[in-house]
């Protein structure tokens, strides 16, 4: 079983419209990232949320990160083509010293023209 | 800062062949770290060194995966007696030890056991 739940895995949207991916878990995070991959490379960082109940923008990217600091969201508003990727969500257990990272499966976003 | 480097970006081999992979971090992260992902999943976690020290293991990584950063600058990643199950993009990602734990990954290596 995953350490974090993300969902849906698979999104196909037209241009334009809003959505939004989960990222859950019944373990407690000090840290939360998401990535965007494209096939064939390595992920790319977007943001990281550190704090619970903390909200923060990337242009028409918002990110949340639960106030139990256990879930996140990613709400993409007005999805454009270049928008297609593979979303991750990463965290970093409360407690660890090491910083290993667990990851999501990923949601594949598909944004038509 | 020119990122995590990766090489080579994609190696084929044959079944039973050994293959090292190298990884350059970001210059000033002390923080290495190899993951491994497979069709339809995320990275998943194989090793971690903090300068040259190896600190943590994932039972992923069997007797025939082995990994050294020697001058705790660049690290490889040599997998021995390849098996199909092997093919997967090799990732390697670098972080700052007092930068929290973002993470900065390079573009990966892909590798493809026949």
């Known amino acids: 079983t995953q350490l974090l739940e993300q969902s849906p895995q698979f999104l196909s949207i037209q241009e334009g419209e809003n959505l939004t991916v989960y990222c859950n878990s019944s373990?407690?995070?000090?840290?939360l990232q998401w990535y965007r991959q494209e096939p064939g490379e390595g992920p790319v960082l977007l943001v990281t949320?550190?704090?619970?109940?903390e909200v923060k923008k990337l242009k028409r990217l918002t990110f949340q990160f639960g106030d139990a600091r256990k879930d996140s969201s990613l709400h993409i508003t007005a999805a454009q083509p270049g928008d297609t990727g593979l979303y991750l969500c990463?965290?970093?257990?409360?407690?660890?010293?090491?910083?290993?990272?667990?990851f999501g499966r990923g949601t594949q976003l598909t944004v038509w023209p | 800062d020119t990122g995590v480097s990766q090489d080579p970006r994609h190696k084929i081999t044959k079944r039973g062949q050994n293959v090292t992979f190298r990884c350059d971090p970001i210059?000033?992260?002390?923080?290495l770290y190899w993951y491994r992902q497979t069709l339809g999943q995320g990275p998943e976690f194989l090793t971690y060194f903090q300068n040259e020290a190896q600190l943590e293991k994932s039972r992923l990584l069997s007797d025939r995966f082995s990994a050294e950063r020697p001058k705790g600058s660049f690290s490889t990643l040599e997998i021995q007696r390849t098996e199909q199950g092997d093919s997967a993009m090799y990732l390697c990602a670098s972080s700052r030890q007092t930068g929290g734990e973002t993470q900065y990954f390079g573009p990966g290596t892909r590798l493809l056991v026949l």
């Open positions: 990463a965290g970093a257990l409360r407690g660890s010293t090491l910083g290993r990272l667990y």
């Open positions: 210059s000033e992260h002390n923080r």
């Open positions: 373990s407690v995070f000090s840290s």
């Open positions: 949320v550190v704090t619970g109940g």
